[in-house]
């Protein structure tokens, strides 16, 4: 017997109608490119995103074709977000940060019909135009007295306000099926080309569900949240969906993403809630620090994208009273799959317990499955000590690459992370490492995420990076990569020296060469692959 009850498709634009319909007066401000604040209501949000929508019927786009937006945190991003999915064609985020070769690859691989674009980013269209055949029509995202009177486009170039001048508001957002494309997202493709995790409607929204729990990122109507990892990025890890959703107003940082810019936005607007990398979260604090400052309205941070090192989460929590969940994802996961969000037993644990529960990248959220496996392929136990590659599996885990008719990288219907974790009896999952980023001494493991988060600990290091270096003897050694903080004279035997007691001593490196910077990806996390190439042989030039 079947149940007897409505049949109607998960679907973005639902969001949004819900977002105008409850939640009409919910202010959104954003930065922006232009240099100064705007403010507008979900009520205008919905308003021109159906204009936005009869623009892309009148620039031929049809449902299923891809619309590209290079573009940082702002409103004309968020219209962008709903007029495109919402009409029956798929949002094409792209990844300023990646190297002109690989945005042109992704552009032409994805067939986007339009680009729209932020002013900041008119050079790299004009490098990237002349290399890519799809898009005919480019559209600079502001008004017509900022357009650039000068362009090295061959191609049509048009200004966002005019189109949306051009149309009125009246639209019907399509009853489109709920297992189509809603939004395109590519890897961050730090080794060979970016791969195309295509979303569905039924996806994404089921995503947005599960991200707002309480023990997921705990949004609601009460929340002003400041997405600071980026639009262009997973989506801003589903932050304005959520938003949407709960009814929670947002708050766009646009370019600005310094320390002194975000800390004078969240506290001018009393942002609750922010999320974003450990490196953008560096210069906020270094910030607050300088100035002897404090957060008068912001009360819980996400932390993803790389490893939370506990230092960053003491300093949160213990100067300014600032939570942090601590949070894992990928592209491919949509991309929330855990968040560490304590237990109720776990509150009143000693604080160095709590500390090191916090280092872990948390316990699924429901929707996602996960299971860690050996080398035989057979499960191992949630333990907390065996560590084996990570497996997951869900209705927003992606089966197969956009373009790519191959599920041959699924494991019996789980897809390989690439993650070597482990899982306590609590079901909380942390990573020990990338598979590629292990190190093997001796024929023994050693997690350069431990020893990155024990040097994290000492308080004159910025950035710490640990790589496998290749070693005579042992095959492969620790080797510690350092940023210290600025006019520090840290010495690498003091350094060496902390990790007593702290590890095995086994697992402590032999070595630490101290750098200016480490080089980051698209998505800010640190590119070992480079630092490998780079030193590598420091063992056996040495």
Not at 9 to 22: Q, W, Y
Not at 320 to 334: K, R
Request: with cysteine.
């Amino acid at each position: 017997m079947q149940g007897l009850m409505m049949q109607q498709p998960l679907l973005v634009a639902s969001l949004l109608m819900h977002a105008e319909r409850h939640h009409g007066k919910q202010e959104i401000v954003s930065r922006r490119v232009e240099g100064d604040i705007h403010r507008y209501s979900y009520r205008d949000l919905a308003q021109r995103a159906r204009r936005m929508a009869n623009a892309l019927t009148s620039l031929g786009v049809r449902p299923g074709e891809r619309v590209g937006t290079l573009a940082w945190n702002g409103y004309r991003h968020m219209e962008l977000y709903f007029a495109v999915s919402g009409s029956g064609s798929v949002l094409h985020t792209l990844n300023p940060r990646l190297h002109v070769d690989q945005l042109a690859y992704i552009i032409e691989h994805a067939e986007d019909r339009v680009v729209f674009f932020d002013l900041t980013f008119l050079p790299l269209i004009e490098s990237v135009a002349p290399r890519v055949k799809s898009p005919k029509v480019f559209v600079a995202m502001t008004d017509r007295a900022h357009m650039p009177q000068e362009h090295g486009l061959s191609t049509m170039l048009l200004c966002y306000e005019d189109l949306i001048d051009l149309h009125d508001d009246e639209f019907d957002w399509p009853l489109v099926d709920e297992n189509s494309a809603s939004s395109l997202c590519y890897t961050s493709g730090t080794t060979g080309n970016p791969k195309g995790v295509l979303y569905s409607h039924r996806s994404t929204v089921l995503h947005t569900y599960a991200a707002a729990l309480p023990d997921s990122l705990n949004c609601s109507a009460r929340d002003v949240i400041l997405p600071v990892v980026p639009m262009f990025h997973v989506n801003a890890w589903g932050l304005p969906y959520i938003s949407c959703m709960v009814g929670a107003k947002l708050v766009f940082p646009g370019p600005a993403l310094d320390g002194k810019s975000l800390y004078e936005l969240i506290e001018t607007e009393q942002v609750t809630l922010s999320a974003g990398v450990p490196t953008v979260w560096q210069g906020l604090l270094a910030h607050v620090d300088a100035i002897e400052g404090a957060f008068s309205s912001m009360r819980r941070t996400i932390i993803g994208g790389a490893p939370c090192p506990t230092a960053m989460t003491a300093a949160f929590q213990e100067r300014y009273q600032v939570d942090v969940l601590h949070a894992w994802g990928m592209t491919e996961l949509s991309p929330v799959g855990t968040v560490c969000s304590f237990k109720a037993h776990q509150l009143s644990l000693p604080t160095d317990e709590r500390y090191a529960i916090q280092a872990k990248q948390g316990r699924a959220v429901f929707g996602i499955d996960m299971k860690i496996v050996g080398p035989d392929g057979e499960e191992l136990p949630w333990d907390g000590h065996a560590a084996g590659d990570l497996l997951v599996r869900g209705p927003w885990v992606v089966r197969q690459y956009f373009g790519s008719s191959d599920t041959s990288h699924l494991r019996d219907g789980w897809f390989p992370t690439g993650d070597v974790a482990k899982i306590d009896a609590d079901g909380f999952m942390q990573i020990t490492d990338r598979s590629k980023d292990v190190i093997k001494s001796g024929g023994e493991w050693i997690s350069s995420t431990d020893i990155e988060n024990v040097a994290c600990l000492h308080p004159e290091v910025t950035t710490a990076v640990c790589i496998a270096a290749r070693h005579p003897k042992w095959d492969e050694r620790p080797l510690l990569l350092i940023v210290r903080k600025p006019g520090s004279a840290l010495a690498a035997e003091e350094l060496l020296g902390f990790f007593d007691g702290r590890v095995a001593r086994w697992w402590k490196p032999d070595a630490v060469v101290f750098v200016d910077t480490v080089p980051l990806g698209a998505t800010g996390k640190v590119l070992k692959n480079l630092l490998r190439d780079q030193f590598g042989d420091y063992y056996l030039t040495a």
